[in-house]
């Protein structure tokens, strides 16, 4: 994995958020780590790779702080939707491989794959849209592909919508909106 362009802040994926799901409650999460000064949700080394044990511990904060948020603001944790990218869709992964029973949905652009835990876990009740480019520096063009196969094999089910571009976000990623308001995907947030 090599290192991302500069990271943004918690409000940056506000407005594709909007757009994503117009009228839905948004709630933006900020990561505890610097990363060159910036916020990042956990450390890397210096070679660009995942430090494991940061990750693993910064993915556990996550889950700690979505179980406090959905007591503050009276949210079912299930009902979740989340939107990550590059950083924060690595953590978000993470929590699905490590806390699968917060989430119902998640979006995820320019995702790497996060270390794999031992254990299998059952995702049958997630539906992931998994959103690459082509000609990405930061994540390799295997890795979409990787992670597609090990969530749908615990029972996930797994869609890949690609963009031409690299690690940047682009305008086809308003694409996954369309996923979003399928059938079968709203329903999973309803149940």
Not at 157 to 178: F, M, Q
């Amino acid at each position: 994995m090599k290192k991302a362009e500069p990271r943004g802040d918690e409000n940056d994926l506000l407005p594709l958020g909007r757009e994503l799901w117009p009228g839905a409650a948004l709630l933006a999460v900020r990561g505890n780590a610097l990363e060159d000064g910036k916020p990042s949700f956990f450390h890397c080394s210096a070679d660009g790779s995942f430090d494991v044990a940061d990750l693993k511990n910064r993915t556990d904060e996550l889950a700690e702080f979505i179980e406090g948020a959905s007591e503050r603001y009276g949210f079912r944790q299930r009902n979740l939707v989340v939107v990550g990218y590059s950083n924060g869709a690595n953590i978000a992964a993470s929590l699905i491989l490590l806390h699968p029973h917060h989430l119902r949905l998640a979006i995820l652009f320019r995702v790497n794959v996060p270390p794999i835990p031992a254990i299998t876990r059952d995702f049958f009740s997630l539906s992931l849209l998994i959103g690459p480019g082509l000609h990405d520096p930061a994540v390799s063009i295997d890795e979409p592909a990787q992670l597609h196969a090990m969530l749908e094999s615990g029972g996930a089910d797994v869609s890949v919508c690609w963009h031409e571009g690299g690690h940047e976000l682009a305008t086809e990623d308003i694409a996954a909106r369309a996923w979003l308001n399928r059938d079968k995907i709203r329903h999973r947030v309803a149940a």
